[in-house]
């Protein structure tokens, strides 16, 4: 199973690198720089869709699940791909969307014609009450998850943009269609398929109204761990997974440390799953919009609660970032006066837990969030959607952009940033997302040649990590300490780390267990040695003698 000793590195197409300067990211750009992510010491590339897609939510609206989005090149530039990362013994986990189709796609063109298409029940269609939506429930995008159509004056659900209707998966031949695509990738030699909210497959069909303003407790309640997910997993792994050697990660918003063990088994189920503990932590009722504050208490036991989770039964994946979330510096870390320390001390948090890490393009190389000076600034579906819902409820645009700002996805999806010639290196046309400003002093080529750059750190900690499968396989043994110090030990067999990560501005005293304890510093993200004493950001691996 080799993917639980991969260390993954996930790559947004768009945003990557543009090879015909159309200002888009594309697959030839990834081809060029296919040396540069072996140089990381990374073992397998995750891949945000590529498919084509009309773009209302970056691609996660399919509208042909078997051509190449044009922008991102052709089925031969994927061939290409796969061949150059297979040859570098790399691995491709591609990222199918399957809980919604695009509103473009052939099969919700023919559904939405007439009540009798056969097509019909590809999707879910219900008459509204009224002239209100058949129920009360939320899209991610803001507004209903209901949109009415004209044409048979039915409404259609979609739990996210009213661009991506949600795929009926009780109906048989949906399903069908569905192990037939993942079939033609599997055909193709993909490595492993990242599942797209899979955890939200299964409709309660009776659509009851959600009882709470939590978005996340309705998203647990009434979007995921519907009463057939256990089944549609199962009859995929059993009818197709099973046949081939491919890792299956599937997304899981909703999914809880008390039902995870349920979707996930070598036999029935998913490989791995992604968790959002962490990264919803800091969501209010509101959602994403509604930013609260978090502590570290909170960080830590929802580390702890995972690892007990996967201890003897299951797989995790860890992240602290994606094109989802803010860039991990600016979120988790700090991206001003300690930014080189603290994304040295995020990436080290990454590769010492248990469980398979996912890094996101760029933050191994401390990549920042960007700032925009006006919601229109956005390309953000979920950013403008909120915006619209915000201010005619009065939000001030002022207000709204604070939290985007602080929790947008925008964050995450600036282009890569090369080097210091124009747009950073990323295109030599106009982008369609401005490059960060900072990539002056911030980008590749600087970091590849400065021996204690984030980036050489970032590749000593993969070679750390490959050399020692205690970091993969290990326990983990959390020590209380400080609120701002994250102290755990990983141990296998006779082997025993003990990792220290001071989660502050302050010079902290080392944990007197930590201080007493026998060891020898196996990397750190300063050149000496503190002994008693945590810098700022510290991040230390000791080898417990
Ligand atoms: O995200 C689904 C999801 O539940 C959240 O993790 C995500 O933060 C979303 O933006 C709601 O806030 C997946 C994809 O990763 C995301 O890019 C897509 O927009 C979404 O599904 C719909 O396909």
Known sequence: MWWKEAIVYQIYPSSFKDSDDDGVGDIRGIIQKLDYIKSLGVDAVWLNPIFKSPNDDGGYDISDYYAIQPEFGTMADFDELLTGLHQRNLKLIIDLVLNHSSDEHEWFQQSRQSKTNPYRDYYFWKPGKGDQPPNNWPSFFSGSAWEKDAATDEYYLHLFSRKQPDL???????????????????????????????????????????DTNDFNETIRKYYSNGPRLREFISEAREKLWNKYDVVTVGEGPGITPANALDYLDEKRGLNMIFHFGHMFMDQGPGGRFDP??????????????????????????????????????????????????????????????????????????????????????????????????????????????????????????????????????????????????????????????????????????????????????????????????????????????????????????????????????????????????????????????
């Open 168 to 210: 009926n998966w009780e109906n048989p031949k949906l399903r069908d269609e569905v192990h037939k695509l993942m079939k033609f990738w599997l055909d193709k030699g993909v490595d492993g398929l990242r599942l797209d909210v899979i955890s939200a497959i299964s409709k309660r069909t009776s659509f009851p109204d959600t």
């Open 292 to 545: 609260v504050p978090w502590t570290m208490k909170d960080f830590k036991q929802v580390f702890k609660t995972w690892n007990d989770t996967f201890a003897d039964r299951g797989w995790g994946s860890v992240f602290l970032g994606n094109h989802d979330f803010p860039r991990m510096v600016s979120r988790w870390g700090n991206d001003g006066q300690y930014r080189e320390q603290s994304a040295k001390l995020l990436l080290t948090l990454l590769l010492t837990m248990r469980g398979t890490p996912f890094i996101y393009m760029g933050d191994e190389i401390g990549m920042t969030n960007t700032i925009l000076d006006s919601v229109s600034q956005s390309k953000d579906i979920e950013t403008l959607n909120g915006w619209a819902v915000a201010s005619a409820q009065g939000t001030s645009e002022a207000t709204f952009l604070k939290a985007a700002n602080y929790a947008g996805r925008d964050n995450a999806r600036t282009p890569m940033q090369w080097n210091t010639s124009k747009h950073a290196g990323y295109t030599s046309g106009v982008p369609w997302m401005p490059v960060n400003k900072n990539y002056q002093w911030l980008n590749v080529e600087e970091q590849d040649q400065r021996e204690t750059s984030i980036l050489n750190y970032f590749r000593l900690l993969t070679t750390l990590r490959k050399a020692n499968n205690v970091f993969s396989h290990g326990t983990y043994h959390p020590i209380e300490t400080a609120p701002n110090i994250f102290a755990y030990y990983r141990e296998r067999a006779q082997e025993k780390m003990l990792i220290v990560l001071n989660f502050s501005d302050q010079v902290t005293n080392l944990p007197e267990e930590v201080h007493a304890a026998q060891k020898v510093k196996v990397i750190g993200n300063y050149t000496d040695d503190a002994l008693q004493m945590l810098r700022p950001w510290e991040a230390v691996v000791y080898k417990r003698n």
